[in-house]
């Protein structure tokens, strides 16, 4: 298949004068170990995946992430690059926006991906997926059913977008409690992180707001220990806090006091680990 056809001639120069062809591009992500040389190819399959090959470039893509966890990454070293060339290619923005695969290409090769195998691919493809469906309703139904999957990494940015758009979805307390009471100090950050995404929620009326409060009640004492630290006044608090969210700091310190004394007294004198 010749991809420099279908492209601007200027596009494809420089892209053939960077990488060379499409199969030294392929060579680049599955034979060139160096994480350099595979950023330079998933850039340069985003960009064919613009011009015309935007399936051809999703599945290539999703192959080569396949080595990496792309549940954090520093964007400084080398792979951590190569992540957010990867994920900007699906969507996600970093910084300047390079090429982006159209999303009715790259939304069926992420639906695929989700029953993969490799915990890393479905992790991605679960990062990727609100980016490249319109559909919040139907995105927030594929995420609930990888409330269960077998990666905590998966689970976690699931619940995440879950907790976002659809709290009222059914199992996601179970899941949050699982992280909240979990022993890996980064798990219950996570769980930490949800439950203020649940808060954000509180004090703007509707559905998201009454679900969001039931899924704290359903929390109960699980939640408590991360609802007290929230609500803590703190005069000058990191910025890189869990319960930091800019200008909103306020509100939700406020929400975070006022779901406690909302919680029943009994539910607040157990034990975490008494939950079930």
Same mark, same amino acid.
């Given at each position: 298949? *010749?991809?420099?056809? %279908?492209?601007?001639? @200027?596009? %494809?120069?420089? #892209?053939?004068?960077? /990488? &060379?062809?499409?199969?030294? /591009?392929?060579?680049?992500?599955? &034979?060139?170990?160096?994480?350099?040389?595979?950023?330079?190819?998933?850039?340069?399959?985003?960009?064919? &995946?613009?011009?015309?090959?935007?399936?051809?470039?999703?599945?290539?893509?999703?192959?080569? /992430?396949?080595?990496? +966890?792309? +549940? @954090?990454?520093?964007?400084?070293?080398?792979?951590?690059? #190569?992540?957010?060339?990867?994920?900007?290619?699906? &969507?996600? !923005?970093?910084? *300047?926006?390079?090429?982006?695969? $159209?999303?009715?290409? !790259?939304? $069926?090769?992420?639906?695929?991906?989700?029953?993969?195998? %490799?915990?890393?691919?479905?992790?991605?493809?679960? +990062?990727?997926?609100? %980016?490249?469906?319109?559909?919040? =309703? =139907?995105?927030?139904?594929?995420?609930s059913g990888m409330l269960d999957d077998r990666s905590a990494e998966v689970r976690i940015i699931g619940a995440n977008h879950i907790v976002s758009v659809a709290p009222a979805t059914p199992g996601l307390s179970d899941v949050i409690r699982e992280f909240l009471l979990s022993k890996d100090p980064n798990h219950a950050m996570s769980g930490s992180y949800m439950v203020v995404g649940l808060l954000r929620h509180l004090g703007r009326g509707?559905?998201?707001?009454?679900?969001?409060?039931?899924? #704290?009640?359903?929390?109960?004492?699980?939640?408590?220990?991360?609802?007290?630290?929230?609500?803590?006044?703190?005069?000058? $608090?990191?910025?890189? +806090?869990?319960?930091?969210?800019?200008?909103?700091?306020? =509100?939700?310190?406020?929400?975070?006091?006022?779901?406690?004394? !909302?919680?029943?007294?009994?539910?607040?004198?157990?034990?975490?680990?008494?939950?079930?």
């Amino acid at each position: 298949m *010749d991809l420099q056809c %279908s492209l601007p001639e @200027s596009v %494809s120069q420089s #892209l053939f004068r960077q /990488i &060379g062809s499409d199969s030294r /591009i392929l060579y680049a992500l599955k &034979g060139d170990l160096s994480p350099e040389r595979r950023t330079e190819a998933i850039n340069a399959l985003a960009t064919f &995946g613009a011009y015309g090959y935007g399936r051809q470039a999703a599945k290539s893509i999703l192959e080569a /992430i396949k080595g990496y +966890s792309v +549940s @954090s990454h520093d964007n400084d070293s080398p792979t951590g690059q #190569l992540k957010q060339a990867a994920l900007s290619a699906f &969507g996600q !923005a970093f910084g *300047d926006l390079t090429a982006t695969i $159209p999303k009715d290409d !790259a939304l $069926p090769v992420v639906l695929e991906a989700l029953k993969s195998d %490799s915990p890393n691919q479905r992790l991605f493809a679960v +990062s990727v997926l609100p %980016s490249v469906s319109d559909n919040e =309703e =139907e995105t927030a139904k594929l995420l609930s059913g990888m409330l269960d999957d077998r990666s905590a990494e998966v689970r976690i940015i699931g619940a995440n977008h879950i907790v976002s758009v659809a709290p009222a979805t059914p199992g996601l307390s179970d899941v949050i409690r699982e992280f909240l009471l979990s022993k890996d100090p980064n798990h219950a950050m996570s769980g930490s992180y949800m439950v203020v995404g649940l808060l954000r929620h509180l004090g703007r009326g509707g559905p998201l707001q009454t679900a969001a409060f039931q899924v #704290l009640q359903e929390l109960g004492p699980a939640a408590v220990p991360a609802l007290e630290q929230m609500a803590k006044p703190v005069a000058s $608090p990191p910025t890189t +806090s869990f319960w930091m969210f800019g200008p909103t700091q306020q =509100e939700l310190r406020l929400q975070a006091r006022e779901t406690l004394d !909302a919680l029943p007294p009994a539910a607040k004198r157990k034990k975490p680990d008494e939950v079930k």
